[in-house]
């Protein structure tokens, strides 16, 4: 997560200018500080639902998966689009997302 550059093809930019990892986009997580502008966009919809304050992921559209950020073990959801692509977007130990997968992931 970084300020003060261009984003990448690969980044969302904040409205306060920080680029984050477009992977980072409707996850539950708030990356946008103080904004949360990554969690509110028209397409967090599709990924996760919010009941009784909790977010749910979308089975139909998402993986649960669990990583690490800032020593804390955090679930997140993850589009269906970083399955099955030879990389682990998930902890090594719980590698939902790459689990299963036809090239023997």
Known sequence: LTTGRNCTNYEYRCSNSRCIPKGNLCDTQCDCAATCEDESLDQCSHY????????????????????SENGKVVERCIGTNYTCNGFNDCLRNFADDEYGCEYGG
Do not use: R, W
Request: glycine share 4%; with cysteine; proline share 0%.
């Open 48 to 67: 996760y639902t919010k009941i009784n304050g909790l977010s749910v992921c979308k089975s139909e559209a998402t993986v649960a998966c669990t990583l």
